[in-house]
């Protein structure tokens, strides 16, 4: 079954997006225009191979890749599985992105920086209101990321500890998910 | 390879040549009669040089465990214990002279909160075996040992398995040495704005089992922008043998990225 969920997205292209995690409109040609759009600063695939999928269990499967901090020195660690919409994900990112804000100016490093180390790249459907069952699979609607127990959705450097950890704190209103604080040691 | 071991001698000549100078007997110390010295056991601890804290040397405690296996490891975890497995270096193709040991799952997870993860990967600990639980019973061994693995829950970080090594005098152990970077408020690089770029937070050596070291600490109150450390620059025993390439950069401060930032609003 999972064998014919096969992702348009390539290996490649994901480590791109990783390692540019403030895409821009500058960006977006860095990561490849036929894979990233972007439509009021909010990142989705533009195409996959197939317009509707299986969602199957976020939490099924082996040990996710990710449950450790790789790239930066505090992060955000998701406490239960389920799923991370593009809104949430942007939201989360634009809300650690302003206390990184509030946290530069009065701090000798100026050079924070966050990792998203998730992409919301699975189509969601639903059928619109007062519409019948039947009839099919829904329409797309949004775009979902599975997050498992214990993956690392967010991660940030360049900051200090109690930033950080407001950052995180601020980050982790957005998704509908339990999240704790963890830093590298 | 001689150049390596020659780079930290000259920097570690100073501290030891101190202490002569004052009751003057500079003219009896020579760099060559300190050089074997360092070189060959009994090994040491250097003045300056990071020590293991003594507030976490603990004893753990393990009793034996019947029998491999998951239903077993299953059962060990819900009494509160952590299934264990130690072995040595020598003879690892036979085995190792592994021995199954359950130890308290309190007492690793308080080891692996306080210090860190990679800090408790980094540093001995005495091992005592004993027939009953708490320490009753008869003693069956009592080894030092360098926890190799130890594998936590995703999602609560409980530990669930420790892998622990002996580690006798003689024995020559590959250990990821964390680094700890000091002095980054007075870098005049860090002052201008600049980025501190991490590229390694872990550098791989080939210890002797007396003189692991807990962390290496590096110096970044000289950098500025553009600068980068090497491996080659830290500042360790020069018994240590890095298993890496010395070329390779540890950490670099890098030019500020605040007009990007500035135009992405």
């Known amino acids: 079954m999972e064998k014919h969920l096969v992702m348009y997205l390539t290996r490649k292209s994901i480590m791109l997006l990783r390692k540019y995690p403030l895409v821009t409109e500058f960006q977006v040609s860095k990561c490849g225009s036929h894979i990233v759009k972007i439509r009021r600063d909010v990142l989705y695939p533009k195409r996959t191979k197939y317009s509707k999928y299986s969602k199957c269990r976020c939490s099924r499967g082996c040990e996710p890749d990710g449950t450790q901090l790789g790239f930066g020195r505090y992060g955000t660690k998701s406490c239960r599985a389920g799923r991370l919409s593009y809104r949430a994900i942007e939201a989360a990112r634009r809300a650690t992105i302003g206390q990184f804000h509030r946290a530069m100016s009065g701090q000798f490093r100026r050079n924070c920086k966050i990792w998203v180390r998730v992409l919301a790249d699975l189509p969601i459907t639903g059928k619109p209101a007062e519409v019948r069952m039947g009839r099919g699979k829904g329409n797309p609607t949004g775009w979902i990321a599975r997050v498992s127990t214990g993956q690392i959705p967010f991660e940030m450097d360049g900051v200090s500890l109690s930033n950080a950890r407001q950052a995180a704190r601020l980050a982790a209103h957005k998704p509908c998910s339990s999240t704790k604080f963890v830093q590298w040691s | ?265």
């Open chain 2, 1 to 265: 390879m001689a150049m390596l071991l020659r780079r930290p001698l000259r920097a570690l000549t100073l501290p030891l040549l101190r202490p002569h100078l004052s009751t003057a007997a500079a003219a009896e110390v020579s760099p060559a009669d300190h050089h074997p010295d360092l070189l060959s056991p009994p090994f040491g601890y250097l003045p300056g040089h990071p020590r293991p804290d003594a507030k976490h040397d603990e004893l753990i405690l393990a009793v034996p465990r019947a029998s491999p296996g998951r239903h077993v490891a299953a059962k060990e975890r819900k009494a509160g214990r952590v299934p264990a497995i130690v072995f040595e270096q020598e003879n690892g193709q036979e085995g190792g002279n592994k021995r199954l040991v359950s130890v308290q799952s309190k007492q690793i997870r308080k080891l692996v909160d306080h210090l860190g993860r990679s800090f408790f990967l980094s540093r001995l600990f005495r091992l005592q075996v004993w027939s009953e639980h708490a320490g009753q019973g008869v003693l069956i061994e009592s080894v030092r040992v360098l926890p190799r693995k130890v594998h936590l829950h995703a999602g609560t970080d409980e530990p669930l398995n420790v892998t622990f090594m002996r580690a006798p005098s003689s024995a020559l152990l590959k250990i990821d040495v964390p680094l700890m970077f000091i002095g980054d408020d007075a870098s005049p690089g860090l002052r201008k704005g600049a980025y501190f770029n991490t590229i390694k937070r872990t550098v791989k050596y080939l210890c002797p089992a007396d003189i692991v070291p807990p962390y290496i600490e590096v110096d970044l109150s000289e950098l500025d922008v553009g600068q980068k450390l090497l491996m080659r620059d830290l500042k360790v025993h020069p018994a240590l043998k890095l298993l890496q390439s010395p070329e390779q950069p540890i950490c670099s401060i890098i030019g500020s990225r605040a007009p990007e930032q500035k135009k992405s609003k």
